[in-house]
């Protein structure tokens, strides 16, 4: 159940969930709130690429006063998957857009984590005028700026654990026990420390590692697929629209590639969550949850 600010009995938001034909193939979706609602709604792009929107689970606590969309993109969790290699950048630009038309999301602000908000920023330049404001949450603006900098992570691990990366890379063998034992402590630093990995779990269950290796790569710091040399930074002076930078301070998203957006993006705010990684909305929920909404309602103010 959806907790609310008030301690007083309040009808919940109403809930549905359905599914969009994007070329030809199908993409889950779920509506919490009000769509016609009097403030603007806020559509959720999980990261990945092929992880699920489970991790979003809790900003749907924001649906007490707007609708909150989210959606498993294409080849994760709900929705179907496209016969391989179909996962291209257009098909993903294609199923936001798609999403948004579907259920008449003419203004909307859009919130993306990880490659989510590389997918946000995407969006926003393709479809300037649409977007109200943009939430970018652990993300970057260019992929061979990001593994620079989470390589420089990778390699500050305890050095039996590099030990175990660097033979992986040599021989270019990214499985095993021992691989595993490695990507799960790396995980534990700067992918999610908290307690509870209830949404983690269910994100992993319904990941696809096809979908991440060919937009990505075999590794975080591996960029080998179809996002190897992604870059937009010489169009992030494009957006005039509010932006909020989130990062945990133990996050994949280092300083540099955090100062990347601010200092790209006219007015963008930048928060750190102090004792977070990559998931501040699941290791800092409360706090998450107050800094997205205060930042939604300033962005309504001066839309």
Do not use: N
């Not at 779920?30 to 929107?53: E, N």
């Amino acid at each position: 159940m959806l907790r609310t600010h008030s301690p007083y009995d309040r009808q919940m938001p109403a809930e549905r969930e359905g599914w969009v034909d994007v070329d030809g193939f199908r993409t889950w979706y779920r509506v919490v709130g009000d769509l016609d609602g009097p403030r603007l709604p806020l559509l959720c792009l999980h990261g990945g690429p092929g992880s699920t929107s489970a991790y979003h689970t809790r900003l749907e606590a924001l649906a007490d006063e707007r609708a909150v969309i989210r959606y498993d993109q294409l080849g994760s969790g709900h929705s179907r998957q496209p016969p391989d290699p179909h996962w291209t950048l257009p098909l993903f630009r294609a199923e936001v857009r798609a999403v948004r038309d579907a259920l008449g999301l003419d203004r909307a602000h859009v919130l993306g984590t990880s490659w989510g908000g590389m997918l946000a920023l995407e969006h926003a330049l393709d479809r300037p005028g649409t977007v109200v404001s943009l939430v970018l949450s652990s993300t970057l603006a260019s992929s061979e700026q990001w593994t620079a900098e989470v390589r420089k992570l990778r390699d500050a691990m305890p050095s039996e654990v590099v030990a175990v990366f660097d033979e992986a890379d040599r021989t270019q063998r990214w499985e095993g026990p021992e691989w595993e034992a490695a990507d799960e402590a790396f995980s534990r630093r700067h992918f999610f420390r908290g307690a509870d990995k209830t949404e983690v779990e269910a994100m992993r269950e319904g990941r696809s590692a096809e979908a991440y290796e060919e937009m990505w790569g075999p590794s975080e710091w591996l960029a080998t697929g179809e996002l190897a040399g992604w870059d937009v930074r010489d169009r992030l002076a494009e957006i005039e629209v509010p932006a909020l930078v989130i990062r945990g301070a133990y996050d994949l998203c280092t300083p540099p590639v955090a100062e990347t957006l601010v200092q790209g993006i006219r007015g963008a705010r930048l928060v750190v969550f102090e004792q977070s990684s990559h998931t501040p909305v699941l290791e800092q929920t409360e706090r998450y949850l107050g800094v997205v909404r205060a930042f939604l309602h300033d962005a309504e103010a001066h839309a």
